[in-house]
């Protein structure tokens, strides 16, 4: 069984890529079966995260800071739908790393607000949340998802900052990569 599970909420696809995106950069890194193929949330229960002790979780923000789900005019089920599944569970003793989509030019004061929304519910349930980054080099008014100055995971801009994703994916990874790995039985990195 594969060490890391990945895990995301989306409608129109882009989380779903760079969740796609974040797992082949781990197996470039580690090699294959360190790491589960992405899922869905719309195709997961909460005993499928569970099953895991270390999890990378990834969310779009919907229009003024709302995570995906029918009611924020999604066509599909998301998060909003899969986390009354959490109600209950114990997450003690996992190690979540967490990043978000938004769009800082359509929505400045609202900037992956989700991942906060995120971060808030699995913090709620025992889990240990890990690596956020440095809110610097970001044009926004505010968000949410800023404690400190630094985003609570990996905030990520597809529409204004894309040509910055692959570093920030990699810098983000050399942090919470060790961390993941320290609390299941996958291989460190050399």
């Known amino acids: 069984m594969s060490q890391i599970g990945i895990f995301f909420g989306t409608d129109s696809g882009t989380t779903r890529l760079i969740a796609k995106k974040i797992a082949k950069a ?10 589960a193929k992405p899922l869905n949330v719309n195709r997961a229960s909460a005993d499928d995260l569970l099953a895991f002790k270390a999890l990378i979780l990834g969310t779009p923000t919907y229009g003024k800071g ?27 003793g996992t190690r979540i790393a967490l990043f978000g989509l938004g769009d800082q030019e359509k929505y400045p004061t609202y900037f992956c607000d989700a991942l906060k929304d995120l971060h808030d519910v699995f913090t709620e349930a025992g889990a240990e949340l890990v690596g956020g980054i440095d809110a610097s080099g970001f044009e ?3 968000s949410r998802a800023v404690v400190d100055g630094r985003f609570v995971g990996l905030a990520l801009d597809q529409h204004l900052q894309h040509r910055l994703t692959d570093a920030r994916i990699d810098a983000w990874l050399d942090e919470v990569l060790p961390l993941l790995l320290e609390v299941c039985e996958a291989p460190t990195i050399a």
């Open 66 to 92: 709302g995570l995906p789900g029918k009611a924020n005019d999604t066509d599909e089920p998301a998060w909003l739908e899969f986390l009354p599944q959490l109600e209950g569970k114990d997450f003690s």
């Open 140 to 142: 926004l008014k505010r």
């Open 26 to 35: 781990i197996q470039a890194r580690l090699g294959e079966g360190v790491v």
